[in-house]
Nanobody
Framework: VQLQASGGGSVQAGGSLRLSCAASGRTFSSNTMGWFRQAPGEEREFVAAINLSGAIRFYADSVKGRFTIDRVNAKNTVYLQINSLKPEDTAVYYC?????????????????WGQGTQVTVSS
């Protein structure tokens, strides 16, 4: 199982980015997918998750209303649309997958991790 994240970059505050995560293997269609992020010197932080069917989404309070997670099972891809970016959103963003209930925010519960993509927001 491999997760390949992309779409990061450097943007000014208020800008937008769309992160993508391409998954290989059967695990994509049988797992909750999500995103975590890790800022320098900080612990990994849950960002968002989406259930198998895509009908249920769960977000960290810090990103509600600005971030949208979605998945296209036919393409084995999960997306994270990030709007109204703030400098505090600067972090490496990781795509994750796991056979976990939606609402799981503990990083150790997710079995599969992508390599991360850097998002840098300047003020």
């Amino acid at each position: 199982v491999q997760l390949q994240a992309s779409g990061g970059g450097s943007v000014q505050a208020g800008g937008s980015l769309r992160l993508s995560c391409a998954a290989s293997g059967r695990t994509f269609s049988s797992n909750t997918m999500g995103w975590f992020r890790q800022a320098p010197g900080e612990e990994r932080e849950f960002v968002a998750a989406i259930n198998l069917s895509g009908a249920i989404r769960f977000y960290a309070d810090s990103v509600k209303g600005r971030f949208t997670i979605d998945r296209v099972n036919a393409k084995n891809t999960v997306y994270l649309q990030i709007n109204s970016l703030k400098p505090e959103d600067t972090a490496v963003y990781y795509c994750v997958a796991g056979t976990v209930p939606i609402g799981t925010i503990q990083s150790e519960e997710y079995a599969y991790w992508g390599q991360g993509t850097q998002v840098t927001v300047s003020s």
